[in-house]
Antibody
Framework: EVLLVESGGGLVQPGRSLRLSCTTS????????LSWFRQAPGQGLQWVGL??????????QYAASVKGRFIISRDDSKSVAYLQMNSLKTEDTAVYYC???????????????WGRGTLVTVSS | QSALTQPASVSGSPGQSITISCTGT?????????VSWYQQHPGKAPRLLIY???IRPSGVSPRFSGSKSGNTASLTISGLQPEDEGDYYC??????????FGGGTELTVL
C-alpha cells in the first residue's frame, strides 16, 4: 500500500522557521513529482508547491504566497520530501499535506496519493 | 491568481444527480485540459475523483463524471448516495505554471 506520512508540524512563532517531512513507502519515490498543499482551519485547499523528479531536473515551482519563503526538496535515497518554511506568518497556519503526482512525466498536474496531513500553527 | 468559482453548497436526494460548476478564466480552466476534482470528508485527506477534465482513476465510481466548456468545468454525480456527502474541490493548472483551486462545494445528501 502506498503511504505518505507528514511530520514536523507544531506551534511556531511568527518569523521563525519549521521543516516538514513527508516520509513515503511502497512506490518508486524517485520517479514521481511530489507536491505540498495546505488547508487553513475551516477553509479550502491551497497548492503550496511542487518538486519534479530527477529526470526533470528536480525543478521546484511555488505558489506566489510562499515563493521566496518556502523551499521544497527531496532525498530520493531516503524516499523523503521536505518543506522548509521560513519567515512564517500567522496566515501560514494550516494543515499541510504532501501528495504524489498521478504520473511520472508531464503533464502531472493531478495527485492521486495523499498523506493525512500535519498541523502547523503560527502564533505568538 | 484568484480562486476558481464554485457554488458554496449543493444538495440532492438519494438517487438523484447533481452538478457542481467550476468557473475560471482563459488563464486556467480555459487554457488547458488540466482540471481535476477532489472529494474531501471531514478530517480526512482529499481523494482524487477526476483528472484531465474527464478521466476517472481506477477505483472511482462511474457515477462521477467530469466535463468542460470554455472557462467552466463541471463535476456530475449521478445516483447520489449518502456517502457522497462531503466537500468537493476543483483544481486547474494555470498559465503561470501554478495550480489554483476552487473555494469548495459542500454536498448534502438529503
Amino acid at each position: 500500500e502506498v503511504l505518505l506520512v507528514e511530520s514536523g508540524g507544531g506551534l511556531v512563532q511568527p518569523g521563525r522557521s519549521l521543516r516538514l517531512s513527508c516520509t513515503t513507502s511502497a512506490f518508486s519515490f524517485g520517479d514521481y513529482p511530489l507536491s505540498w498543499f495546505r488547508q487553513a482551519p475551516g477553509q479550502g485547499l491551497q497548492w503550496v508547491g511542487l518538486i519534479r523528479n530527477k529526470d526533470y531536473g528536480a525543478i521546484t515551482q511555488y505558489a506566489a504566497s510562499v515563493k521566496g519563503r518556502f523551499i521544497i526538496s527531496r532525498d530520493d535515497s531516503k524516499s523523503v520530501a521536505y518543506l522548509q518554511m521560513n519567515s512564517l506568518k500567522t496566515e501560514d497556519t494550516a494543515v499541510y499535506y504532501c501528495s504524489r503526482a498521478g504520473q511520472q512525466f508531464p503533464p502531472f498536474w493531478y495527485f492521486d496519493m495523499w498523506g493525512r496531513g500535519t498541523l502547523v500553527t503560527v502564533s505568538s | 491568481q484568484s480562486a476558481l468559482t464554485q457554488p458554496a453548497s449543493v444538495s440532492g436526494s438519494p438517487g438523484q444527480s447533481i452538478t457542481i460548476s467550476c468557473t475560471g478564466t482563459t488563464n486556467d480552466v480555459g487554457a488547458y485540459n488540466y482540471v481535476s476534482w477532489y472529494q474531501q470528508h471531514p478530517g480526512k485527506a482529499p481523494r482524487l475523483l477526476i483528472y484531465d477534465v474527464t478521466i476517472r482513476p481506477s477505483g472511482v465510481s462511474p457515477r462521477f463524471s467530469g466535463s468542460k466548456s470554455g472557462n467552466t468545468a463541471s463535476l456530475t454525480i449521478s445516483g447520489l448516495q449518502p456517502e457522497d456527502e462531503g466537500d468537493y474541490y476543483c483544481c486547474s493548472y494555470t498559465t503561470s505554471s501554478t495550480l489554483v483551486f476552487g473555494g469548495g462545494t459542500e454536498l448534502t445528501v438529503l
